[in-house]
């Protein structure tokens, strides 16, 4: 109804307006109607503060960008006498594409900077004419209602034009409609107008400082939101001395887990081999001071709630887990430490770390424990963190790192200092009796969207559940001459279930530098790499294989996806092991990730969208038997998360190399790469029966990312 109104209205005003014969009044009354009937339609209400700056025309209206559904917040609210910039992707949109091209919107291709500035540059000339910019400066929807760095291209706009710029404050659109979202949520969208910023002056000197105060007043604003009945926002310039509130980040806030969390969590604990721990393994410089340390702990288990949650299993183990205070908390059972005989050695830094990450986790306890690791040589430490992937992917982990890792060695007082989270209040029992009414409230409806595709599940029960527990855990296969189903290498066959650990570095602007020379990404270049060092460690065993099955996984996270948690699919790769050219790998490799993430798109619709929820209800054995078929037949997993770009600190300890270790559900090694501070940083987990010389592979692995490298 929304679409319909903004479409209709818009279409009705340009109509009425063409018979003015102005083609920019024509627009504008477009505009306003489409604002006016498509959020009427909708239910969308706007709750404004300080709307009198609206009158400052011509202008640059920035805005915070959360949702789609901002292009009919803005319509709402500016009504006309404005342009703006949009995603070349929209241009041949049916509908926007021809309103937007009316509006003579820009549109840029975010990629590439060159195209954007030329994009703009019909902008001034608007201003100048009188005609109003509207643009988002944080060029995208941001992944969370916190806000995204700034871009240079709007204030470059406004300062050629010599006319103002007006921030706009949109404090929760995305909560009516995330992105990628099909429905809007009837509800009050609150927002700040605050007031007209001179550009007289300026120059491209300052302009960094300039962006850096205006960003500021939007973090200000959001943090001590107007009341109502004030009519006025003071902002405050700079804003970087301005506590934030004493609030817990929103970080892994769903109340439950999703299907793929529950497959997880419910496969170990009828398979122990198909645990699903994930580590990260920091190295410190200096070691820090342990009392810091523990301080830390307690604090980051205050500002993410989830380190304060434990899993809360419905009666008879069916249904949705969902996630509870644990009023037993005790830091005491999460963080350990431990001193190596010095001069502590990274072989035995490793070995301490995988007995640590192998154990399992106290399922009845918060899904996670840290290890401190003293006594490495120069007075360095080793930090290992695990969590339960069901807590969260491996691009949710770098979100939450980013956001605790601190900037500075020195102690911030002005840090948020949110209080200890209630105790839960759910029992099993309660838990169950809730969702079985839910169920029973949704069956009806459930029912008549997916009559038929229900009833020929009830003929094939098992054929549902292994439907269901394939959906929730994302395995996505392919066929065709590259894709076939892999065969597994029987020099990797055995499996046992014990991990062995070992690391390997390599430069980032390298190893990018290497595959963008074969046409390929880091991503791709890794997968090369990996393929080129199995094959080298086959041909030492006198055992080549003419295919590997390689695993990786896929991201599904949408920017405007909540944070934390699980988003993301798998592929499967037929990997040719003969090919000993790293630049045809990289083109394999290139060509298969690119028909996988395409195909990741549609691959739920093979699966009916109704039997995901039943996961939940499937016995732990059922889900661990699909798990296991989903997971074994790989080979070797390979993972690539992008980490953090600039130096961070833990306790006032910089973190030097940051090393990512993902489990083993199945298969025989597991590669994970994160990029910290400039260097890609590599764990290698294998199992000790299918890799009999884990430190072999490593160096093999090592000569494959050569050949990736070298290629630059």
Known sequence: MGLAGMLGGFTAGVALGATTGSRREAVDLGTTLAGEVGSALAGVRLDVHGAEHLAARPAVFLFNHQSQLDVLILAKLLRGGFTGVAKKELANSPGFGVMFRLADVAFVDRQDNAQARKALEPAVQKLRDGISLVIAPEGTRSATPALGPFKKGAFHVAMQAGVPI?????????????????TIHAGTVQIAVLPPIATD????????EHIRQVRGQYLATLANWPGHGTGQVTATTPVFSVAPPALPLDWGASPRMNPLETAMWRAESADPRLRVTVSLLELLDPAPDWDRLLAAHEWASRMVPRMRQRVLEPALALGTPAWVTDGDFDLS???????????GTMRQLLDIVQDFAAAPLDRDRPLWQALLVEGLADGRAGYAAKSHHSVTDGLGAVQLMMRLHSRTAEHDPDRPEPPVPAPGGWSRTGLFAGQVADAVRATPMAAVRQSTRVLGTLTRPWDAASRAAGQALSAVRFTGQNT??????????????????????????????????????????????????FRRYHERFGAPVDRLAVGFPISLRAQDDPQGGNRFT??????????????????????????????????????????????????????????????????????????????????????????????????AAMITLISHDGDCCIGINTDTLAVTDPGGLAGDLRAGLDEVVALA
């Open 166 to 182: 007006v921030p706009i404050v949109i404090r929760n659109s995305g909560e009516l409609m995330w992105r990628g979202a099909t």
């Open 201 to 208: 002056g300026w120059d491209v000197d300052g302009l960094d």
């Open 333 to 343: 059972r999460h963080v350990h430490r431990i001193r190596l005989p010095g001069p």
């Open 484 to 533: 076939s189903a892999p065969s597994s290498s029987p020099l990797l066959a055995r499996r046992g279930g014990d991990w062995h650990f070992e690391v390997v570095d390599v430069p980032l602007a390298d190893l990018k530098a290497g595959a963008k020379a074969a046409g390929g990404s880091l991503n791709d270049g890794l997968l090369a790499a990996a393929i080129g060092g």
């Open 570 to 667: 798998g592929a499967k790769f037929a990997a040719p092991m003969a090919e000993t050219d790293p630049a045809a790998r990289i083109a394999a490799v290139r060509q298969f990730v690119l028909e996988a993430r395409a195909a990741s798109a549609t691959a739920a619709d093979t699966v009916p969208a109704a039997l995901a929820p039943l996961v939940g209800w499937l016995p732990a054995p059922v889900v661990s038997t699909v798990s296991g078929r989903l997971t074994s037949t790989n080979d070797v997993q390979v993972s690539s998360i992008p980490g953090v770009p600039f130096p961070v600190y833990i306790a006032g300890s910089r973190i030097t190399h940051m090393y990512p270790f993902g489990p083993l559900p199945g298969c």
